[in-house]
């Protein structure tokens, strides 16, 4: 589960994450929809701790993410997201970019699926 609570953040003066508190229990789906330049993609940072928030707390199973005594390399072996810019790789499918650091950083193996998973970058 993720749990925001209380959350702002700031770039400068512009606020851009104003207060938010919100669950999002494990094995659902959500949709976070607003207009271009409301937060969705910082929001969706700050639970990979790449953008620092300056109030509130978010937790992912439990765990404080922004707790001084996380170690944010073993943090983010656990929570994937593609991010909003191309960042991936053009010669893989999406379901092999997808699958690329659960098999790197985890060792897990494809589960079925429709796309070949068998290539590897
Ligand atoms: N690194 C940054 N430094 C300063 N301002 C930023 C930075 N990243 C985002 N912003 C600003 O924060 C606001 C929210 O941006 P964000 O990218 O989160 O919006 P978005 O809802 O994802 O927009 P879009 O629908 O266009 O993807 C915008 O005003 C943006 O210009
Ligand atoms: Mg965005």
């Avoid at 937060?39 to 707390?57: D, F, H, M, W, Y």
Wanted: aromatic share 6%.
């Amino acid at each position: 589960m993720i749990e925001f609570q209380g959350v702002s953040k700031w770039f400068g003066t512009l606020k851009v994450i104003k207060d938010i508190s919100a669950t999002v229990d494990k094995g659902t789906t959500i949709v976070l929809c607003g207009p271009s330049g409301s937060g969705k993609s910082t929001l969706v940072r700050t639970v990979n701790r790449l953008e620092p928030i300056q109030a509130g707390t978010i937790t992912v199973g439990g765990t404080d993410i922004y707790a001084k005594s996380v170690n944010v390399n073993a943090l983010r072996t656990g929570i994937g997201f593609v991010f909003q810019q191309f960042n991936l790789f053009p010669h893989l499918t999406v379901v092999d970019n997808v699958m690329l650091p659960l098999r790197r950083l985890r060792q897990q193996s494809a589960q079925g699926g429709a796309a070949d998973s068998t290539s590897d970058a």
